[in-house]
């Protein structure tokens, strides 16, 4: 297979891993879903190329961590200012859309991207030990 043929392929599949994903994914759980198919550089690329065209947007966890998730549920100016929610127990990292955040950046300065995450315990973990 042609490298950009392979290229092209590797950038469908992310995109569409993340897409079907429910919560925010980090680049080992691409790397384990796609498996031998695609090298860590190339999901590297591929992530960087899908976020700088708005397909994606990054999102640290409580770990520090780079996570991914899909912008289908993205205001159309992708200005990614709303919350990330953390869960301590199942790390299951999710977007908080409602929740945004207005900056007041001193003069001059350019916004770029937030990184905002409240950590706590996700509704299906507290429903989990309540049984
Ligand atoms: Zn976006
Ligand atoms: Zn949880
Ligand atoms: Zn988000």
């Given at each position: 297979?042609k ?30 879903s ?17 976020t ?62 937030a ?17």
């Amino acid at each position: 297979m042609k490298k950009n043929t392979r290229n092209t392929k590797a950038k469908a599949e992310i995109l569409k891993f993340i897409n079907s994903s429910t919560r925010a994914v980090s680049h080992l759980d691409i790397q384990k879903s796609l498996g031998e198919f695609c090298d860590r550089v190339t999901i590297y690329r591929v992530l960087e190329r899908l976020t700088e065209e708005k397909s994606i947007h990054r999102i640290v966890n409580v770990d520090g961590v780079i996570n991914y998730a899909s912008c289908s549920s993205c205001a159309a100016h992708h200005t990614h200012n709303h919350v990330h929610f953390s869960c301590i127990n199942c790390k299951e990292l999710s977007c908080l859309e409602n929740n945004e955040i207005t900056l007041t950046l001193p003069e001059g300065y350019q916004f770029k991207e937030a990184f905002l995450t409240v950590s706590g315990v996700c509704k299906e973990c507290v429903d989990r030990s309540l049984v």
